[in-house]
């Protein structure tokens, strides 16, 4: 389907239309990398070289390679730009858009929905005011083969290697299939050589989970010290396989959960604990997970599918699961379970809050979802990662941020990190 593109992206267009005529060109510094013919006045990294008082022949041949043409009497350089990752996960270089060939094409006809998405996801933080991650042309995605490509990159939605589970009709508070939620993750922590579960993650490739910052730093490093995760589990009291009774007879078992040991903390270098911005975190693990049926992992989000949200659209169709309280009873279940939680925006959320005289705060990099009454979505052991299902795929939407102190109250939603706010900044912080 061709995608109607909305007026910021026309104009966005029109501006890099201009921009290819009376624009920079498309260069390759002697490195190989990519880069933009501009004067070598405005390029930082060659003005360096010119300014050594020690320059060598090197950095003499460097600069005279380097040289693409003239502006009056001044010479043009290859300037490379600030490395980066592409959206599907390449190295590339931040560049202006019409540095960038196959991107400058995009934005120039009519694309796909999913174009339009991957050149927004591609905007970086470079020499102009429309830079954009250039890296290998794209290429026509291949489905399947999802063992192979079990590694440190998110896999692309489209190869179907991620967030692709059915499992049965989610009802209020009823436990999840088996086999539904095979991405979610338990931290586990150990203190004086004791192993809790205490927190939630969502693995979304082959070594990462995706987590609360809380959950790796701040009090609860009082308790104990991330030491492992947990994945493929269901029942969290059963240490091996876990087995339920499935419709017309017979049982459904899991394989055993796999343990891996954590290898990496990375925690978003501007977290702020007391206001709960940037609160999220990656946590790369020892070894590669395994693809079966009960581990997989969750696609990370394509799309703001919480942008422009109307009160019509109150009940967008947001999923929390996660080993947890859901009703209004005191006790915590064992084996997964999943509920329906509504979108809510942020000025009805902060409104909620200050109704219970709890003064909150909210910037556009979280959002808020739940509050439904006799739904208790809070201050339970365990929580879960806020998702969307678009009919076919599972991806991620949110991390558990903040919930109120009045738990299952109307119209008291819970805050949560939104995942959609960092792709670039998970995409930077993943390496191979």
């Not at 009291?237 to 078992?253: F, H, L, P």
């Not at 999943?338 to 409104?351: D, R």
Request: charged share 20%; net charge neutral; proline share 7%.
């Amino acid at each position: 389907m061709i995608y109607n593109i909305n007026f910021n992206l026309l104009m966005f267009a029109s501006l890099m239309s201009f921009r290819l005529v009376q624009g920079q060109l498309s260069c390759f510094t002697p490195g190989g990398e990519r880069g933009q013919c501009i004067s070598v006045l405005n390029c930082p990294p060659l003005v360096t070289i010119i300014n050594k008082k020690d320059r060598t022949q090197q950095d003499i041949d460097f600069l005279r390679k380097s040289k693409c043409g003239y502006v009056g009497n001044t010479p043009k350089v290859c300037c490379p730009g600030p490395q980066c990752k592409t959206p599907d996960g390449n190295h590339g270089t931040c560049v202006g858009v019409h540095s960038c060939p196959h991107l400058a094409a995009m934005v120039k006809q009519s694309i796909s929905k999913e174009d339009v998405q991957y050149l927004q996801n591609s905007i970086c933080d470079g020499p102009e005011q429309y830079s954009v991650c250039c890296g290998p042309l794209k290429e026509e995605t291949q489905v399947g083969n999802c063992k192979n490509r079990m590694n440190a990159l998110p896999p692309d939605p489209r190869t179907e290697c991620c967030g692709l589970r059915s499992g049965n009709k989610i009802i209020r508070g009823t436990e999840a299939a088996i086999d539904e939620y095979p991405w979610l993750a338990l931290i586990e922590y150990e203190k004086d050589g004791v192993i809790k579960a205490l927190c939630n993650g969502a693995l979304i490739s082959g070594k990462y989970v995706l987590t609360p910052g809380h959950c790796v730093v701040g009090p609860i490093l009082n308790v104990g010290t991330p030491k492992n995760i947990r994945l493929g589990e269901y029942d969290t009291v059963n240490d091996g396989r876990d087995c339920i009774n499935i419709e017309g007879g017979g049982m459904d078992c899991t394989d055993p959960p796999v343990v891996i040991p954590v290898e990496l903390i990375i925690l978003h270098p501007q977290i702020e604990l007391n206001s709960r911005k940037n609160d999220i975190a990656l946590i790369r693990m020892r070894q590669n997970a395994p693809f079966t049926d009960f581990i997989q992992p969750i696609c990370l989000p394509t799309l703001d599918v919480t942008a422009s949200r109307s009160d019509e659209d109150r009940y967008l169709p947001l999923i929390t699961a996660g080993w947890r309280t859901f009703n209004n009873g005191d006790h915590s279940t064992n084996n997964i379970q999943h509920i329906f939680v509504p979108f809510v925006n942020n000025t009805e959320c902060a409104q909620a809050y200050s109704s219970l005289k709890q003064n909150i705060t909210l910037w556009n990099k979280q959002l808020c979802s739940g509050g439904e009454n006799n739904m208790k979505t809070c201050n339970a052991p365990i929580e879960g990662p806020l998702m969307y299902n678009d009919g076919r795929k599972y991806e991620i939407v949110g991390v558990e941020n903040f919930a109120p102190r009045h738990c299952g109250v109307e119209n008291i939603p819970k805050m949560y990190t939104k995942v959609y706010e960092y792709i670039t900044w998970i995409h930077n912080a993943i390496t191979p």
